[in-house]
């Protein structure tokens, strides 16, 4: 009968479980020295021109391929 509710209960965890790290994971530093250290990686990959392309990742200088999702950088020559 309310078996269904159950069912959509446990769909909304699911979703829940796996939608909160990806809202909240990514941008939230606990200190400000985290955040320098970001900020300086981002900084550099700018310089280097290994800012993914594709998903804005900051790759370090020098790499051929972004390490968040695979895809070949485009190297500033
Ligand atoms: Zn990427």
Known sequence: MSEWIVV???GFIVAAAVAF???????RY?????L???????RQ??????VCGR?????P???RYCAECGRE?????
């Open 45 to 50: 990959a700018l310089a280097g021109g290994t």
């Open 61 to 63: 200088p020098g790499s």
């Open 30 to 34: 606990e200190d400000v020295a985290a």
């Open 73 to 77: 950088l485009a190297l500033a020559e």
């Open 55 to 59: 998903c804005r990742f900051a790759n």
């Open 8 to 10: 959509l209960a446990l």
């Open 21 to 27: 790290p990806l809202l909240a994971g990514r941008a």
């Open 36 to 42: 320098d250290a970001d900020v300086e990686r981002y």
